[in-house]
């Protein structure tokens, strides 16, 4: 029996991967044979490439001729690989997914589904927290014979990438009776985290773990503080390296910003994060895996799954926080190549962006102690809307307590519907867990840290701090091989070049349409729809917080309570030159502050000088307000300003107006501001502000 | 709760016996009954193996075998493992517990009372220390008059001072009415839900007594299931089964939930069943008295005291197999099998009319008593023993066996001295001592 199993595994090896000599890799054939005949529940940690999928779409095929149902797989990728699932359809397997993309076919699949059609169901982790997704699979869920589990690390918190929608997956695996298979894989998880799957998972949980190295891979580290560096680097040296590759950053501003530089200077680059939508996304993977363009500059979010095997280079433009998470980027680089890149290159930013995402990992315990009390006076609980109305969290802040407070056992909060309630539990942060887990973010940034030094090997020291028990020199990296492999320094020329880019960073401020429900905003009390006529033009912001260029003098300005002048000329420039707005300005307000009276004054004064406009003083502001930086959702904003300011109207004049203050960031400063002077009788109003500081999720 | 706090015997329990998210079409698989279920257990007990062996294909085959159920449908039942960890997530993520007659804090009283037709599963949120606790259950319809819903808040105030729990199902009017008014008392409270125990469950009504762990909400049903008139009746015998003694607070005449559920009480000897007698009550609750229910009359619970007396007095004549509630411990318990007394108490607040008139007879009784002769003739006497193995009037031995009254009377005092006969109130009533005093002393045959 056992041998007719493997000789059938084997003809469907060879035929999947279309090569009639393929033999398995070691251990390939163990782990199908144990969840095909076993109903084993295993953890496979091999590198990308190794052949996972082969491995479950086997197993699949084997199972469903013994008349078994199908596979369910939770993966957080959008959609298998196109060479994946043609190695699925080679071995006749029919292969669907479900996930927030295709909705119009969500009917069709539930469909086959229950006509036994399907082979193997794909879903993202999220689904399985929607409880109107969970009613629709529990049914079809009913002959499930295999569950396979990828990117299996998110289970762990000791891991790299902890996702709280991998909890209830934890929590489902954990309830699986003995006759359903279990396959959970990974590409990068180091002993510890292995060592907390398996006491999670059950120690009834069986291993299979291969090899880290990359035989082709050299890997490199360089120091380049300032950002125009790197981007000269970037600039001089990847037309010199073979082939396509990925350059990773860790803010979507910073992968637009060097996707628009490489574009520029002649090469064929195009950027990719989480805000990019869904076909666009898909779009650049294909055309990198056929090579059609030579660099992808992406966040994390080209992640999971992707797999080219010809990969040429993989260069970060900033550090990771941990090695891990450094290696599964860099790891992919050189698979089916002699010759593949990895090069790291460290800036003076990356700590501060480093902090950030450890500060932000968790929720503030006020943020959870205020939400829960809010849901404990509710007796019929409270939507995140509801929630944000009676407290000053934003949207996000509030979600992401959700997250975590989904993750605890027992749960604090139960969600029915759309509406969240107190659970009747006594709940008190896990302050250990969170401490213990900051702790460890902070080490692995201390590890970063000494890669970049490069005492050793940099290959060994990436497999010994991911556990490979076959960690030895490599012979490539540059510490290897006592040189550097590609240059150190970028030529001063295109450095320059590089800093004058950055310093042409400005975009346009988009007017608001809406004003937001459950306000009525003063003098007229507005709501409902914003119409044309009270509506601002579209405006101008000269720079990003701390983007390199000006951004950088801005916040200077702000810190030394004086702008200097060249932001003055910068911005005039940008006016007279580039944005040319039509009609032209004619004379130029700013926005007041009771804080400080003369720093955005000043510099719309300098402004209204060098652009030849009067300058007209004529908001005045009644009341002090909040900081609205620290309002965090629309509604307490505009709460925050409304009935804040008042127009003298004997100042003002019928005729196009420059609205002018330093920062921009939620654009209701801007918005009501414009509609009040609107209402007074100016002519249209353009927005004006040296800086966009909206901080939304930067990846 | 996390997953696997429910055990290996429940889990398979869950994929025999719940739906798990699959409706009722055509070619889904129907669960078994609970008939089945009691059917198989007993099967896997004839041969000492437990739940966990039905993985095994054979086994399985064999149970086939045995039972006629479709071996087919049983392999799909027990293959639903996918489905079953979804379930099971989806179920403790909301705080929900499961369980099976196989796991300790299952209330054997259901078991007990109800035998192969206990629910195999319980689904439920709270203290399930609370299950075998015992206690008062109060029922009536959902619409109510003013004065019922007062009879509903004294008798739930008396159950607190008396620390004995309050059973519910749970429903508007009387149901929640009670519960309301013992869990803000800072009383206990068992809820035995026909539907909606999730939402019921994040009310905020009840948050603070699942905190305190006083409050357990409890169904047999799916959490999921909307209401439906069969599980409602369905669930009415689990809450006469879990109490000590039930009151009636309203019921409609021959239609309703508390008529259907009444009524099965009193045919199948539950636990007594006490129903509200008074000026506002609906036909129902007269009709419930005509066929054997103990009238409650609002004197018997206008305090504390009272109403404590009138269990108390009432618990004696229960059955053996009752679990009885023990007003003298701490907190009422179930656990204790009581004694049965060898004489009467009878009550000195008693306001029952009738104990009253019985007083009066037997004290009338007396003189005359002692001109008859004192010991029965054997033979005679025999034959009238038999007739008390179920309770019968002095009246009723009188006339089948044509005997004069007032003998009966003697002799029936005679034997309730010594001790071989009991006397029951409500009517009166006597019965044999040693046959275990059975509940069909206040229900007419």
């Known amino acids: 029996m056992g041998d007719t199993l493997k000789e059938k595994s084997l003809a469907l090896l060879r035929t999947a991967i279309e090569n009639p000599d393929a033999e398995f890799r070691k251990g390939q054939w163990e782990i199908i044979e144990q969840l095909v005949n076993e109903n084993a529940h295993l953890l496979v940690v091999q590198r990308t490439g190794w052949g996972k999928s082969i491995v479950y779409f086997i197993a699949t095929r084997l199972l469903r001729d013994k008349g078994c149902g199908p596979a369910l797989l939770i993966s957080p990728l959008l959609a298998l690989m196109r060479n994946q699932i043609a190695a699925a359809e080679r071995i006749g397997l029919v292969a669907r997914t479900i996930n927030s993309s295709n909705h119009e076919e969500w009917e069709n699949v539930y469909s086959e589904l229950k006509e036994n059609k399907i082979d193997l169901l794909l879903i993202s982790p999220e689904r399985l927290s929607n409880d109107k997704f969970r009613e629709k699979l529990l049914p079809v869920a009913q002959t499930i014979g295999l569950f396979v589990i990828d990117e299996a690390h998110c289970i762990s918190d000791w891991g790299h990438d902890f996702r709280p929608d991998y909890q209830r997956i934890l929590r489902i695996l954990q309830a699986l009776p003995e006759n359903v298979a279990l396959l959970a894989t990974t590409a990068t998880a180091n002993d510890r985290v292995i060592e907390d799957i398996r006491s999670q998972l059950g120690d009834k949980l069986g291993l299979s773990k291969g090899p880290l190295a990359r035989a082709s891979l050299s890997l490199q580290t360089i120091s380049l503080p300032s950002k125009a560096e790197r981007m000269a680097w970037l600039a001089e040296n990847i037309p010199k390296i073979d082939g396509s590759g990925i350059v990773y950053t860790m803010t979507v501003r910073d992968s637009e910003r060097v996707a628009q530089w490489l574009h520029h200077k002649g090469i064929d680059a195009y950027a990719y994060s989480g805000e990019t939508d869904n076909e666009t996304r898909q779009t650049l993977e294909e055309a990198l895996l056929e090579n059609k363009i030579k660099v992808l500059v992406a966040t994390s979010a080209l992640g999971m799954g992707f797999d080219k095997p010809d990969l040429g280079f993989v260069i970060h433009y900033q550090r990771p926080g941990s090695i891990i998470s450094y290696y599964q980027q860099v790891g992919r680089a050189g698979r089916a190549l002699d010759q593949a890149y990895g090069i790291l290159l460290a800036g003076e930013e990356d700590k501060e962006i480093v902090d950030y995402f450890i500060k932000s990992a968790f929720p503030k315990e006020d943020h959870v102690n205020l939400i829960l009390k809010e849901l404990e006076k509710a007796d019929d609980g409270l939507s995140v809307p509801m929630i944000e109305e009676r407290t000053n969290l934003s949207h996000t802040q509030i979600t992401n307590v959700f997250k975590m407070l989904s993750v605890e056992t027992p749960a604090p909060v139960i969600k029915e519907g759309s509406r969240y309630y107190a659970a009747a539990t006594e709940y008190a942060i896990n302050k250990l867990k969170i401490e213990r887990l900051t702790s460890l973010r902070h080490t692995e940034w201390q590890q970063m840290n000494d890669y970049m030094r490069g005492a050793l090997c940099l290959m060994m020291y990436l497999q010994k701090g991911l556990g490979d028990p076959e960690a030895k020199p490599c012979s490539r990296c540059s510490v290897c091989q006592g040189r550097p492999l590609l240059p150190e320094k970028p030529s001063e020329e295109l450095v320059v070049e590089a800093c004058g880019f950055l310093y042409t960073n400005y975009h346009s401020i988009e007017p608001r349409l809406q004003w937001p429900s459950g306000v009525a905003v003063s003098p007229e009390e507005w709501h409902g729809h914003i119409p044309e006529e009270l509506r601002a033009n579209p405006g101008i912001a000269l720079s990003d917080w701390g983007d390199g260029g000006w951004g950088e003098l801005v916040k200077a300005g702000k810190r030394d309570g004086h702008f200097d002048n060249k932001l003055a000329g910068a911005m005039c420039d940008l006016i007279v030159n580039r944005w040319k707005p039509d009609p032209m300005p004619t004379w130029v307000t700013c926005v007041p502050s009771l804080r400080k009276k003369t720093l955005v004054k000043n510099f719309a004064g300098e402004l209204a000088d060098l652009l030849g406009l009067p300058f007209v003083d004529c908001i005045r502001k009644t009341r002090e307000t909040d900081l609205q930086k620290l309002m965090k959702n629309s509604v307490q904003q505009v709460r925050n300003l409304n009935g804040a300011f008042e127009i003298d109207e004997s100042k003002i004049m019928g005729c196009p107006v420059l609205l002018v203050d330093d920062m921009v960031d939620s654009r209701w400063t801007f918005t009501i501001l414009a509609a009040m002077l609107r209402s007074a009788g100016t002519g249209p109003v353009y927005p004006c502000a040296l800086t966009n500081t909206l901080g939304k999720d930067i990846l | ?445």
């Open chain 2, 1 to 445: 709760m996390t997953t696997d706090s429910i055990t290996p015997a429940t889990r398979v329990t869950l994929l025999l016996c719940n739906r798990l998210g699959q409706g009722k079409e055509n070619n889904s698989t129907s669960p078994l009954s609970t008939a089945e279920y009691a059917a198989l257990i007993q099967w896997l007990d004839s041969k000492k193996l437990n739940l966990s062996g039905l993985f095994e294909q054979d086994l399985i085959k064999e149970f086939a075998q045995f039972s006629r159920i479709d071996y087919v449908r049983l392999n799909n039942l027990i293959s639903r493992g996918g489905a079953l960890a979804l379930a099971i997530e989806e179920w403790t993520n909301k705080g929900i517990w499961i369980l099976s007659p196989h796991d300790e804090k299952y209330p054997k009283r259901l078991i007990e009372r109800l035998a192969h037709k206990a629910p195999p599963l319980l689904f439920g949120v709270g203290n399930q220390e609370l299950l075998s606790n015992g206690g008062l259950a109060v029922v009536g319809s959902r619409e109510i008059s003013e004065r019922a819903r007062m009879a509903a808040h004294q008798i739930g105030h008396h159950c607190v001072k008396n620390r004995i729990q309050l059973i519910s199902g749970g429903a508007r009017g009387v149901d929640s009415e009670g519960m309301q008014t013992v869990l803000e008392d800072g009383g206990n409270v068992l809820g035995f839900l026909a539907d909606s125990l999730i939402k019921m469950s994040v009310n905020g009504k009840y948050r603070q007594g699942l905190k305190e762990n006083r409050l357990v909400l409890v169904t047999a049903n799916d959490p999921r299931t909307p209401f439906t008139v069969g599980n409602a009746m369905a669930r009415n015998k689990f809450v006469y089964c879990l109490s000590d003694w039930t009151v009636v607070i309203s019921s409609s005449f021959n239609e309703g939930g508390t008529w259907a559920g009444a009524t099965e009480n009193l045919k199948n000897k539950w636990v007594p069943l006490f129903v509200r007698k008074d000026v506002d009550v609906p036909e129902g609750n007269y009709r419930l008295i005509d066929k054997g229910a103990i009238p409650l009359l609002p004197e018997s619970f206008s305090g504390p005291e009272v109403f404590r007396n009138f269990l108390k007095n009432i618990r004696w004549a229960t059955d053996k197999q009752c679990v009885v509630c023990d007003l003298s411990a701490p907190y009422s318990t179930s656990n204790e099998i009581e004694k049965i007394p060898e004489s009467i108490q009878v009550p000195v607040h008693s306001e029952v009319p009738i104990k009253k008139s019985n007083e009066k007879a037997r004290d009338k009784q007396k003189p005359k008593k002692s001109k008859s002769a004192p010991v029965p003739d054997p033979e005679i006497w025999h034959c009238v023993e038999d007739e008390l193995k179920t309770p019968k009037t002095d009246k009723e031995l009188a006339l089948q066996f044509k005997i004069e009254l007032k003998q009966v009377k003697a002799w029936l005092s005679e034997e309730v001295k010594k001790g071989e006969i009991k006397k029951l109130t409500g009517p009166v009533r006597y019965v044999k001592a040693n046959e275990g005093v059975s509940l069909d002393r206040w229900v007419k045959l």
